[in-house]
Structure formats: C-alpha cells, structure tokens
C-alpha cells in the first residue's frame, strides 16, 4: 500500500500511522509543521516504513497548499493508492459561541477545506496508475444529530460526513471507496482535560478498527464500535428530548 | 491555542498521597514544559516524585511525546522522546533483537521516567544503572533554555540528571544504548532457597555465571527461615534452544475495583507468601521462560495497587552494604517483620558499583524491596525505625519508592545530597522544577 496521510503526527492519525509502518507500507505524511513531520516520520521509519518516509508542507487553513503537497506525494511514491485524513480543527461549543473568528476557522478546516482536499485528492486516485484506491477520511459522530455541545462543530463534521457519502455513492463503481470514519469520545491531545464518556476510545483500539475498514473498504465506521448503536438511539430520539438533555 | 492545564487527581503508583493538580498533556511536550513546574510519566514512582510542590503548579505529562527519533542499526543508538514507554519499545524492537540495556520490573515507565529514577534491573550487578548506557539527555531547564547534555558536554548538568528525580530539568529527549540479543526468549533458572545465608551466597554464586538474578523472599518467614524464598537467574536464550516464534504479547487481567482494607489482613499475606514460596516445589526449575514473565511478572494485572485499598500502599527499598554473617539483611528483616510490617512482595538483588548519576540509588550492597499497606500511624513509625537502622549500617534508600523518609534520615544517608543540590542551583537558582518529593527531602520552598 502506498498512503498518503494529512494530520499523522498527531493523536489518532499517529496511530494509524503506526500501524501501517509496522506492516511495511510506504507512507507520506501531510502537515503544517515541518519539524514535527520530519520527527514523525523518522518515528515511522523505525517502526518498519520503508524509508525514506517523505513530508510535505499541507495546511488545512490554506488550500492552496493542497496541490503541490499531494504532487510531491504522488511523485516521491511514484503514485499512491490511499489518502487518510485525519487534520481537524476542534473547540468546544463555548469557546466557538464566544470567539467568531475560532469558529470561521474550524468551520474552514473542518469542512470547507477538508472537502477541497478531498477533491484534490479523489483526483489524483482515480486518475493514478491504480484507477481507485482509498479516500479514508476522519469525520465525527458529532454529525450525526444536532446537538448542544457540538453545534458548531456538528454542523461542520455532518456536512463531511454527507459529502463523503456522496463521494462513495458516485464513484464506488469506478473504484474509488471512500472510508467515513466517524470516532466517538477518544483520548487524545485534542480532548485532555474533557471528562471521558463511557465507551471512550484510545487512539490505538480505534487505529485497528480503522485499518480494518480501510483494508475491507467499509463506507462508514464507527469508533469505538459501540457508538454505532450510542448514535441508533441519539438519531431517533425526538426533539423535545434533544432540546431537554445536555448531550 | 496554548495549551490549558486540566484538573486531575494525581497521584504514583501508591495511591499516597493524592494531589487535586493541574495537568498538562500533549504531544508538544517541548511547548507545555516551558510552564510546568515538573514533568511525570507513566507515574509508576511509589510516593511523590512524581507530584507538584503545589496543588496549584502545573505538571506536564509526558504520554503523548512518544516518537523514535533516531536508531541507528550498526551501533544500537536509539534517540527517542521522553513520553514513549517501555512496553511500547519492547513491541518495537524485541522481536527486532534489541533489547534496552537495563529494565525496571515493569513495562508501564516511561523513558523519561526510566532516567530520571536511574532505574536497575536483575543485571545491576553486570551492567549498573540505565544511566550508564544513557549518552545524551535533551532537557529544558529552569529558564527556559533546551540544553542538550551528556559526558562530553555540560557533564554537572548530565550527571545529576541521572538519577535526579526530574529535578535538573524536564527531560525531553533522550538518547541511548539499545542491546543485541540472541533471541527474544529468556533461558531461566530457578531456585528455592531455604534461608538468609542461602540466599545471599545464591545471588553471590549466581552473579559469577549469570548475566540477571534477583531474589524473592518470603517477608514474613521468622527464625531459621528467615529470607526464605526463591532465587531466580536468567540470561538471553541462544537461537537454538529458543521457540522460532517471537514471544506474543501476554494477555492482561485488570483488578476490577478497589478491594477492602480487611483483605490484608495479615492471614492472607501469609497465605500468598506460603503459596509462593511452595508453588517452586522443585528445588530447581530450568527452561525457556517467556520475557515478559521473566522481567515483568507483575505487569499481568493491570492497576494491582488496588488491591491496596482505599489507603493506598508504600514501597521500601534500601541498599545495606555486604557483609560477612548478613547482618544488616538480616536485621533489617527481623525489625520489617516484628514491626508490624506485612507484604506480599520482597525482593532481594545484590547491586554492583555506584554508577554516575549523582543521586543514583544502587551502591555495592543487597538491595532490599517490599511492598505494604500504608497505615496513617503505624507506617510512618516503621519507616523512621527501618531508616534508623539503614543508616547505622550505612546504606541508603531509593527515592523513587520512598514517601514517608523524614529530611534529617535522608541527609544522613546521603552525604552526596549537598554536591547535587549545588548542581540544581546553578541550573535552577529558584527551583523553579520541583516536586512533593524535593519539599519534603531536599529544602526546596514549599
């Protein structure tokens, strides 16, 4: 496998990240800073990538950055045949409610900008010398209902979430799969300090449920699993409930 | 966005004492040390190394800082970030066949952790301490600076960094000597001793042919059978006599909750140091032993300090000088056992040289481990009279399991204290880097 991964030096995507290189996969990471790329993908090298691992400069908040990374990826990997994205931006609903300019950001990142390197990206692995591959992007169970922790962020992720779907709808059949990965409460960097749900994940329990779905080309994955039927219930609960509960 | 300290609940491996701190966790660890007040791992130090001076000063958790930075497959260098833990550098490189060059009795430290208390393992007496295999610490000192020392550059700074509690500075980086292994397995040897004088000469005997021993004894044997128990020595399996399959990762068990106080009572003590000491109903066991049963025999149960209780539980370990009749082993044994003192766990190794780190614990001598329930009355008293008599006879104890030593025993024991507090005041005038640990021992402010 020849992967591509925006956002891996960090939290879930460091994860699966690790996972690839420890079965041998080539691998070429995206990110907007330069030392802490180069730190990760020496890491990767050592856990079994083959080296050299390469790094290009990608900020989710500049599009135009977009481009010339993945053709430097698509160069350094003569080609690649899975894009994983797991950059994101997250705050919670207090801070986005009281700081616009936060909130214009995230919503950028999140989901205006993840759709364009999306595009970007879908491009290139349906015109690459594999006529296909994997687009494997991290989306959120926050999409999933309107809710009052996650408005803003919600919304972002749930605009994902529908584009991604199309995205599999469209072309599946031309070979393209698209993975939506859609995490409940994990422990990472981006949530320390937040209470832990019940079912929360670890980077790693959701890594290897991730390689799964990418290996097996599932549409939509839920992470930790048991937020698939967490979610059954929160969708068909009414909104009079939705309105009272603080979830 | 900077980073926010979190509320958390701190506390080591012990359970006592618990502090309501301020945490500060990323993969940054390079920016969140520029405000914290210390930096702790894994947290598997007993007491309170590893807890602010106040509730109200941050401390940063290494965790996430976890990457290999550099491994050099010719010479075995590996330089990696403070946060990785053992566990995770045995999955990456045992089956590899490398093998760091001293390790702890648990996988759960981190590597930062594993330079800052020094650790040993059941190769002291061959190998020393960690330290001595470490060639570069990556610290950020008290203001503000990175600074990068080893022998060969800034070796005040190096060498009370070894063994100096995270105290010099917050460790960031670390580079050392990995290990070349024949194979991933273990050929082990065990022994059931009959006494104190057995089991000294054993592990004297013992450290002649075998590259790793440690001793097991039985804490609450009294009379003839005092320091009963089993001896055990390993070395590297060649090849040969290894299985071809690497080792598998051992299926772990968790202690569901918190058990109560009456489980320790002292019939159950007796009845797990009895059923140990008879489970080895061989005078001699020999064969391929897995590495993680070896090294790591406890790491099976995941959050074992539960079955403390509510109190929480302590460590204590000290290194008594040699000598020819066992005496201060002995003593010691005698006053641990009709102090009131119960546990399950005693260990006993014979340590090598003193190595370089300034504050390191290890000097030549046995060094004696046991684990017990605190009591808020009895504990403390069997501490001072356990230190009282490690001084008379010259020994030391270990900081990193230490939370009851008063100031005045700890000085007495360590006339090296001075010269490595010199060191912190050069580096760090306002002891800015402090724990729990250095207000109570070492005169920092509170």
């Given at each position: 496998m020849k992967a591509v991964l925006l956002g891996a030096s960090k939290g879930m995507g460091r994860a699966v990240a690790r996972l690839l290189a420890a079965r041998g996969d080539r691998l070429f990471l995206l990110g907007d800073h330069v030392e802490e790329l180069a730190k990760s993908a020496r890491d990767l090298e050592i856990r079994g990538a083959p080296a050299p691992v390469g790094t290009a400069c990608c900020d989710l908040l500049q599009p135009a950055t977009f481009a010339p990374a993945l053709d430097q990826a698509q160069q350094q990997l003569d080609g690649f045949d899975t894009v994983v994205v797991t950059a994101g931006l997250f705050a919670t609903q207090e801070q986005l409610e009281n700081d616009p300019q936060l909130a214009a950001r995230l919503l950028a990142a999140d989901f205006t900008n993840t759709v364009l390197f999306c595009e970007e990206a879908r491009e290139r692995l349906l015109t690459g010398t594999e006529k296909g591959g994997t687009l494997c992007v991290f989306s959120s169970v926050a999409g999933e209902r309107g809710r009052k922790p996650v408005v803003l962020y919600g919304a972002a992720k749930a605009g994902l979430s529908r584009y991604l779907e199309g995205l599999d709808h469209k072309f599946r059949a031309r070979g393209l799969k698209t993975v939506c990965v859609k995490p409940g409460f994990v422990q990472t960097g981006m949530t320390v300090g937040l209470k832990p749900p019940p079912f929360a994940g670890t980077p790693e329990e959701v890594a290897r449920r991730v390689m799964k779905a990418i290996d097996r080309g599932w549409p939509e994955v839920y992470v930790p699993s048991a937020w698939r039927w967490v979610m059954c219930v929160i969708r068909r609960l009414p909104r009079f409930v939705m309105r009272r509960i603080e979830f | 966005m900077p980073q926010q300290p979190y509320r958390s609940q701190i506390a080591g491996w012990g359970r006592f004492p618990v502090v309501d701190g301020l945490v500060l966790k990323s993969e940054n660890l390079a920016a969140i040390s520029e405000t914290a007040s210390l930096s702790r791992g894994l947290g598997r130090s007993y007491g309170d190394s590893s807890l602010p001076a106040r509730a109200d000063f941050p401390v940063a958790d290494t965790t996430l800082a976890d990457r290999l930075l550099a491994f050099d497959p010719a010479s075995g260098s590996l330089r990696a970030e403070a946060g990785v833990s053992l566990l995770e550098l045995n999955r990456v490189f045992l089956r590899r066949g490398w093998f760091v060059p001293v390790s702890p009795g648990?996988?759960?430290?981190a590597l930062g952790g594993m330079v800052a208390s020094d650790v040993h393992g059941k190769n002291h007496h061959v190998d020393g301490c960690f330290g001595e295999h470490v060639r570069s610490v990556r610290l950020r000192v008290a203001d503000g600076r990175i600074v990068d020392c080893s022998d060969a550059s800034e070796q005040d700074l190096f060498r009370a960094t070894l063994g100096g509690m995270g105290l010099t500075g917050h460790i960031l980086e670390v580079e050392f000597q990995m290990r070349p292994i024949p194979s991933p397995w273990i050929w082990g040897e065990s022994e059931r001793i009959d006494n104190l004088d057995a089991m000294a000469a054993g592990l004297k005997t013992a450290a002649r042919d075998w590259p790793m021993t440690v001793g097991w004894v039985d804490c609450l044997a009294r009379g003839a059978t005092l320091g009963r128990g089993i001896l055990m020595k390993g070395r590297w399996a060649q090849p040969n006599e290894a299985p071809q399959k690497p080792p598998s990762l051992k299926r772990r068990f968790r202690v569901p909750f918190q058990f109560p106080g009456i489980a320790l009572c002292k019939a159950s003590m007796k009845a797990f140091n009895l059923a140990y000491y008879w489970k080895?109903?061989?005078r001699v066991r020999r064969g391929v032993v897995h590495p993680d049963s070896f090294f790591y025999p406890l790491d099976i149960l995941d959050d074992w300090n539960l079955i403390y209780g509510r109190r929480g539980f302590t460590q204590y370990q000290c290194v008594l000088p040699h000598a020819d009749d066992n005496g201060p082993a002995r003593r010691f044994l005698e006053l641990f056992v009709s102090g009131g003192g119960m546990g399950f766990l005693c260990v006993i190794k014979d340590c090598g040289p003193q190595g370089k780190g300034m504050l390191s614990f290890p000097k030549p001598g046995m060094s004696i481990a046991m684990d017990f329930p605190i009591h808020p009355v009895k504990t403390p008293a069997l501490v001072d009279r356990l230190n009282e008599l490690v001084i008379a006879d010259g020994g030391r104890i270990y900081l990193t399991k230490d939370t009851f030593t008063r100031p005045e025993h700890f000085r007495a024991m360590e006339p090296r204290m001075d010269a490595f507090n010199a060191v912190r005041r050069k580096w760090d005038p306002q002891s800015r880097i402090r724990s729990a640990q250095s207000v109570r021992l070492l005169g920092d402010p509170a």
């Open positions: - | 648990t996988q759960f430290v080895h109903i061989q």
